[in-house]
C-alpha cells in the first residue's frame, strides 16, 4: 500500500486552500484509512494517494476555505456522504461547525465513523439512511458526485434554511441544470476549482421558502 508524506500533501493542498499541520497530519491517517476500505468495498476510484489528496481533499478544502473559516459556527449537511467528500474535510477545516455525513450504505456508514473515530471529530456525525429521511434544515448543504444529479439535488435544496447556502460540485455542464431546477435560489458566479480540475464549486442562497408560499 503506497503512502503519502505530510510534505507531499501539504505541497499539493497549497493551490486549493491552506492548510494547518495537524490538519496534513488527520488528512494522512484519514488516507491510510481510505486506502484499507477501498480495497475491500469501492469507496473511489481514485487508487493513488497523491490523486486523493488533490481531488478529494483539495476539493473539499477549496470549498470550505470558499465559504467558512476555521471558527464558523453554523449546521453543515453533506448530501449522499459516501467516502466523506466534502463533508468530513469542511469537518476537520471548520472545527466549531456543526456537520452531518448523510449516507444509506451501511458499509459506507461505518467506513465514516471509523474515520471520525480515528480523528477524534467531535463536531460530526453520521446519519445512516436516506437524504429524504433527514427532516433537520442546514445553513450549508453541501453535495458532491452523487448519482442520480437531479434528483439529490431536489432533495438537498430542501433541506437548506431560508438565508441559508448551497455548495455543488459539479461538472460545468450541470451548472444550467441546477440553475433551472431552484429558481427559490439566487446563484453566484461558479468558480473554476484549481489545477485543470473538471468540476465548478457552484453556490446557491435560498431566498424564499417555498413552504410558505
Known amino acids: 500500500m503506497k503512502h503519502v508524506e505530510p510534505a507531499q500533501i501539504a505541497a499539493l493542498l497549497r493551490p486549493y486552500a491552506t492548510a494547518t499541520e495537524k490538519l496534513v497530519s488527520d488528512i494522512s491517517i484519514y488516507i491510510d484509512i481510505l486506502l484499507k476500505w477501498n480495497s475491500k468495498i469501492s469507496l473511489t476510484s481514485v487508487r493513488d494517494p497523491q490523486q486523493m489528496v488533490s481531488r478529494h481533499f483539495g476539493e473539499s478544502l477549496f470549498l470550505a476555505e470558499n465559504l467558512l473559516h476555521p471558527e464558523?459556527?453554523?449546521?453543515?449537511?453533506?448530501?449522499?456522504?459516501?467516502?466523506?467528500?466534502?463533508?468530513?474535510?469542511?469537518?476537520?477545516?471548520?472545527?466549531?461547525?456543526?456537520?452531518?455525513?448523510?449516507?444509506?450504505?451501511?458499509?459506507?456508514?461505518a467506513f465514516l465513523n471509523e474515520v471520525i473515530y480515528a480523528l477524534k471529530l467531535k463536531n460530526v456525525r453520521v446519519f445512516h439512511g436516506r437524504a429524504e429521511q433527514f427532516s433537520a434544515r442546514a445553513d450549508l448543504i453541501t453535495l458532491r458526485a452523487v448519482e442520480e444529479f437531479e434528483r439529490a439535488l431536489r432533495i438537498a435544496l430542501d433541506l437548506v434554511k431560508v438565508g441559508g447556502r448551497v455548495a455543488l460540485m459539479v461538472g460545468q455542464a450541470q451548472v444550467g441544470k441546477a440553475r433551472l431546477l431552484s429558481s427559490d435560489f439566487k446563484w453566484e458566479q461558479p468558480a473554476k476549482v484549481p489545477e485543470g480540475q473538471s468540476r465548478v464549486l457552484l453556490v446557491g442562497t435560498k431566498i424564499v421558502n417555498v413552504e410558505q408560499r
Open 72 to 109: 464558523w459556527h453554523g449546521t453543515v449537511v453533506d448530501v449522499g456522504s459516501g467516502a466523506g467528500f466534502p463533508g468530513l474535510p469542511v469537518a476537520m477545516y471548520s472545527s466549531m461547525a456543526d456537520v452531518t455525513l448523510i449516507e444509506s450504505q451501511g458499509k459506507k456508514a
